[in-house]
T-cell receptor, first 114, second 111 residues
Framework: GAGVSQTPSNKVTEKGKYVELRCDPI?????LYWYRQSLGQGPEFLIY????????DSGLPNDRFFAVRPEGSVSTLKIQRTERGDSAVYLC????????????FGPGTRLTVL | GENVEQHPSTLSVQEGDSAVIKCTYSDSASNYFPWYKQELGKRPQLIID?????GEKKDQRIAVTLNKTAKHFSLHITETQPEDSAVYFCAARVSGSRLTFGEGTQLTVNP
């Protein structure tokens, strides 16, 4: 079946602008994760959802970052007042359930803040 | 929180040789240890994983070993091929929480 998909694949924005990044998990997967990957580093956890609720948002760097998953499927990561330091690849992953270990990653959205 | 360290950061081998990448973790409650392969510009792909109730797992040319007492685990790739060239990430997870990744190892297999 279809894997995790993310849109857009690339996003270029100007400092101070607002951006939204979308993640479509594998159908039926109830757990959804957002990670951020800077060049040459491993993915860094941001937030994860079990169903519609954020089970752990302790990785969000500050209050400019927010994520939602209103219907328990698609998720949107929202970044307000973008800064150059926000430039990175934003990865989404999903897994069948909260207690299921294996996470399947999407291709990521490369965000560039000019 | 969990901290994962990965070594080496770069590894170059000749085709047909073996490659070993090592990781250590800090949280003794971690019980799941996956390894991901990431090619340039692509998504991380799970290649093998191991749970804390198992000491070793093998899948064709790839194997992972886990030493819970020492809190370290390793990836072993035998008979390396040029298409094995990529960045490899280890990770650790406490049940029901996020993955914590290592910094990655750039593996280059020279023909």
């Amino acid at each position: 079946g279809a894997g995790v998909s993310q849109t857009p694949s690339n996003k270029v924005t100007e400092k101070g602008k607002y951006v939204e990044l979308r993640c479509d998990p594998i159908s039926g997967h109830t757990a959804l994760y957002w990670y951020r990957q800077s060049l040459g580093q491993g993915p860094e956890f941001l937030i994860y959802f079990q169903g519609t609720g954020a089970a752990d948002d302790s990785g969000l760097p500050n209050d400019r970052f927010f994520a939602v998953r209103p219907e328990g499927s698609v998720s949107t990561l929202k970044i307000q007042r973008t800064e150059r330091g926000d430039s990175a690849v934003y990865l989404c992953a999903s897994s069948p359930g909260f207690a299921t270990d294996t996470q399947y990653f999407g291709p990521g959205t490369r965000l560039t803040v000019l | 929180g969990e901290n994962v360290e990965q070594h080496p950061s770069t590894l170059s081998v000749q085709e047909g040789d073996s490659a070993v990448i090592k990781c250590t973790y800090s949280d003794s409650a971690s019980n799941y240890f996956p390894w991901y392969k990431q090619e340039l510009g692509k998504r991380p792909q799970l290649i093998i994983d191991i749970r804390s109730n198992v000491g070793e797992k093998k899948d064709q040319r790839i194997a992972v070993t886990l030493n819970k007492t020492a809190k370290h685990f390793s990836l072993h790739i035998t008979e390396t091929q040029p298409e094995d060239s990529a960045v490899y990430f280890c990770a650790a997870r406490v049940s029901g929480s996020r993955l914590t990744f290592g910094e990655g190892t750039q593996l280059t297999v020279n023909p």
